[in-house]
């Protein structure tokens, strides 16, 4: 039970950071590669922080015994914080789920040399699918995708870095970014911004993750996303030449053969269904709770919404709007280690 335990948590903090923004590359471009090999510092740096964060979260849940985000949000901040701090996570949900609709139309254009709308369109109607039976679509699509998800990036990231016969790192492209200006702030920025939603996933599960071996199991999954960025970020620097694709790692994969590619291609895609379909049942269910309309009015209207906004370039959403994220989420650091400190104390 405790090693069960420990496989558990550490598989949910993976699956709470490593979205498809992850998977696709474009998240370790934007905050990793484009410092160069100082990027892979970066990368042991964030590896160390969610490590450290994952222990005093889980400690910090135990001690209050939630199992509610918005209940570990009002422990953390106070009341009034608190309840902007459910806002802004109702917000990361919400631009989240653009961002997957996005890179699907970026997959259509990048591999498939197709519209980018027909590539939004189709993943909403896959969307509108799951999510119309509710939590049992979810968990349904999660349990059958989530594991070829992780499979596949490794394995072709790992074959890509050792086996792919050009690249070899020539060149390596130490590119400007608009908002952040060091790797060790984008590091720091990185891990603000993932750990605000794994808190949301933490919280949720409640006692689910107050047993023994849930504090080592966030650790390991700290270390773990650690090794999945190493993998990812090593493949893009030995292949220069993809940084600046909305869509890198298709590339990379590019680089072993057609069928590698294509394989990859349908993995992401998958990882950006489901990670829409995560972010969109949240947003439902909440929607639901807060206006009380119906579960299915509520999914429509989402769709509505989103929908427009998802011609916006996946590259510009994460490059530009997950970095001004991470800066707001910086609150939750330095409040965890000074909320975990006063706990210790007493």
């Avoid at 590539?119 to 968990?139: F, N, P």
């Avoid at 059958?144 to 499979?151: D, S, V, W």
């Avoid at 790992?158 to 130490?174: H, K, P, R």
Wanted: charged letters at 10%; aromatic letters at 16%.
């Amino acid at each position: 039970m405790y090693w069960k335990t420990v496989f558990q948590v550490a598989a949910t903090y993976v699956g709470a950071v490593m979205g498809a923004g992850f998977a696709s590359g474009q998240e370790i471009q934007q905050f990793f590669a484009r410092f160069g090999y100082w990027g892979l510092a970066g990368i042991i740096v964030s590896s160390g922080l969610f490590a450290l964060f994952g222990w005093v979260m889980l400690d910090m849940q135990k001690q209050w015994r939630v199992s509610t985000y918005p209940d570990f949000f009002r422990h953390l901040l106070g009341g009034h914080l608190g309840r902007w701090a459910d806002i802004l996570v109702s917000i990361l949900l919400f631009i989240g789920m653009i961002a997957m609709l996005s890179g699907s139309g970026a997959i259509f254009i990048e591999y498939f040399g197709m519209s980018r709308w027909l590539g939004i369109s189709l993943t909403s109607v896959v969307i509108v699918l799951a999510l119309w039976y509710k939590g049992e679509g979810v968990l349904w699509i999660n349990s059958l995708l989530i594991p070829l998800k992780f499979l596949f990036c490794l394995g072709i990231g790992c074959a890509a870095v050792f086996l792919a016969a050009s690249g070899d790192g020539e060149g390596i492209m130490i590119l400007p970014h608009p908002i952040i200006k060091h790797w060790v702030i984008s590091a720091i920025l990185y891990v603000s911004f993932n750990l605000t939603l794994a808190m949301v996933v933490f919280a949720s599960l409640g006692q689910e993750v107050q047993k023994p071996g849930a504090k080592l199991g966030a650790v390991c999954g700290g270390i773990s996303l650690g090794i999945f960025a190493m993998v990812i970020g090593a493949g893009l620097l030995r292949f220069p030449e993809v940084i600046g694709f909305e869509i890198p790692m298709v590339a990379v994969a590019g680089k072993l053969g057609d069928w590698p590619a294509f394989f990859y291609v349908i993995v992401l895609w998958l990882a950006m269904v489901t990670a829409a379909i995560g972010n969109g049942f949240s947003l439902a269910c909440k929607f639901v709770d807060s206006n009380k309309v119906s579960y299915n009015s509520a999914t429509i209207l989402l769709l509505i919404t989103v929908f427009p906004l998802a011609g916006i370039k996946f590259s510009r959403i994460i490059g530009v709007v997950y970095p001004i994220f991470g800066y707001i989420g910086l609150i939750f650091l330095p409040s965890l280690l000074y909320c975990w400190h006063r706990m210790a104390k007493k």
